[in-house]
């Protein structure tokens, strides 16, 4: 039998008995690879139905890429258009978070630009400064679901599952790996905005616009003092010199 | 260092695995898991390099594919390679991507002398990019393809012979295979080349739900017909060979994996 027969005969479902052992085989390994880089979406729906749904994408967008840490690019608009996941609008925005973190997890090691690193800078050099976002740095901001609260709540095991008091409004993330581990905090609107700015490659008073026609009442000064802390950025550059670590 | 009886080693065993001293032992992980960018894993691995030996297990490379390996793929292997410095590697027997799906398995071929050559070419590219010989580890099998024009055991002796490569002898993969498809394990090691074995696993199998099959699960202990195999085995090859106890499912207790690694120790002693 060729590849090419041995692909055939792997994706029908019918032939030797002996080939559902390998249908099998792949079919449990991207599950088990959706399972693991997608636990709060797990525990929000159940092993079960994750797995039974896992199945359905694994069919429709195999693995490319052997890392399998990295399979599921997809997953996330996939819920979204999930007819039986109709009533559960919010598990796109939390198995975004998901994804972000594995991304923010397995990126490059860079030291974070230190929170006092723009402390010198007058208004003017500040407004051009191109602030370079750390590597491991992600986030996300949602419009109207509390995504932030949804998705810490269901990482532990030991947290509270109960969702009768969370507050249904938008909600944003930001992870950050100043160290070893990923760190989650929670971003506003203008916060999410400033960093996207930033991450296109504008300046800081053009984000700090960003920002504003975002969320109109964002306070700039905290948003920057907490993405610093956060250790979201990596590099500072103005026109003239850069700023290191 | 003289390696001795290895582990599996999975990220929730890493501290005891850093604590842990023991002669010869060393950790074998599946290279694919540690190509990343930067972060906690590899910070891991490296520390766990820098004081016990590493091997690195590919299951990607897809050897055994109608093409050379993905060269992206490739480079990642060599890369990490030369950050680990490993003592052992190894890849598969088998193929696992064709047209830019990646099938999560280590998939079968007819051993026609094309395959061969085909596969021998891909090693020694392997070989060449990674500066290094590497070895091949047969694999189960479920499936009794037809068109085979070389046996396992010829296939894999003739590979070594050509390219240089070492080969990785799975012990419970020569008992599944000569369960499901109705070989003699015993002849499988008697008629294998020794003289390139570099590495030996052991590892458990269990029973599949719908067939009379034995599935190469690694979710158990190593089973009592497989050591005896491996005793089989030492016998044999008159010399110790490095043997890793290969966990990768239901994953026990780190001292449950020493424990197992301390029985392979024995059985070099009994053999």
Not at chain 1, 217 to 229: F, G, P, V
């Amino acid at each position: 039998m060729t590849p090419q027969g041995f692909v055939q005969e792997l994706r029908a479902a019918t032939g030797h008995p002996a080939m559902a052992v390998y249908r099998n085989t792949v079919m449990k390994g991207c599950i088990d690879a959706l399972e693991a880089n997608f636990p709060a979406v797990v525990r929000l729906v159940g092993v079960d139905w994750f797995r039974s749904v896992a199945a359905l994408y694994a069919a429709e967008a195999p693995p490319c890429d052997p890392r399998l840490f990295t399979y599921g690019g997809g997953f996330p608009a996939f819920l979204g258009r999930l007819e039986p996941a109709a009533d559960m609008p919010y598990l796109e925005g939390v198995a975004l978070l998901d994804l972000l973190w594995v991304e923010s997890l397995t990126a490059a090691d860079a030291d974070a630009l230190r929170a006092d690193a723009l402390a010198g800078l007058a208004p003017e050099a500040l407004g051009d400064c191109r602030l370079i976002p750390h590597p491991a740095a992600r986030w996300s901001w949602h419009p109207r679901l509390p995504i932030t609260t949804l998705w810490s709540r269901n990482r532990e095991v030991d947290d509270t599952t109960d969702l009768g008091d969370i507050t249904w409004q938008g909600e944003g993330l930001l992870l950050t790996r100043p160290a070893l581990d990923v760190q989650g905090c929670g971003l506003t609107a203008g916060g999410a905005a400033l960093l996207t700015a930033c991450a296109q490659g504008h300046a800081l008073a053009d984000a700090a616009a960003a920002a504003l026609t975002e969320e109109p009442d964002c306070n700039l000064a905290a948003a920057l003092a907490l993405l610093l802390e956060q250790g979201a950025f990596a590099a500072a550059s103005t026109s003239s010199r850069g700023l290191e670590p | 260092m003289k390696l001795t009886a290895g582990v599996s080693l999975k990220p929730q065993h890493f501290e005891e695995a850093e604590r842990t001293r023991a002669d010869g032992l060393w950790f074998e992980v599946h290279a694919e898991n540690y190509m990343v960018a930067g972060g906690p894993r590899l910070a891991w691995l490296e520390r766990i390099r820098s004081c016990h030996p590493v091997s690195l297990h590919g299951v990607a490379l897809s050897l055994a594919g109608d093409g050379p390996p993905d060269a992206l793929h490739l480079q990642r292997l060599a890369a990490l390679v030369r950050r680990i410095e490993p003592v052992l590697v190894s890849e598969h027997l088998a193929w696992s991507r064709r047209e830019g799906v990646y099938f999560p398995d280590l998939l079968p071929f007819p051993r026609t002398t094309a395959a061969l050559q085909r596969m021998a070419a891909n090693i020694e590219l392997t070989q060449q990019v990674l500066g290094r010989r590497i070895a091949i580890e047969n694999p189960s099998h479920y499936l009794a393809l037809e068109g085979h024009e070389w046996s396992e055991v010829d296939f894999l002796r003739e590979l070594a012979v050509r390219t240089g490569c070492g080969l990785l002898l799975d012990v419970n993969n020569v008992f599944v295979s000569a369960h499901n498809l109705g070989g003699d394990a015993l002849a499988y090691l008697d008629a294998f080349p020794v003289a390139h074995l570099m590495e030996v696993h052991l590892a458990g199998h269990s029973p599949d739900a719908n067939t009379p099959l034995l599935i190469d699960s690694h979710d158990a202990p190593v089973s009592a017909e497989v050591w005896g195999l491996y005793r089989h085995l030492l016998a044999r090859t008159g010399r110790p060979v490095p043997t890793l106890i290969e966990r990768d499912d239901r994953v026990p207790a780190f001292e449950a994996l020493l424990a197992e690694r301390e029985r392979a120790g024995h059985a070099e002693v009994l053999a």
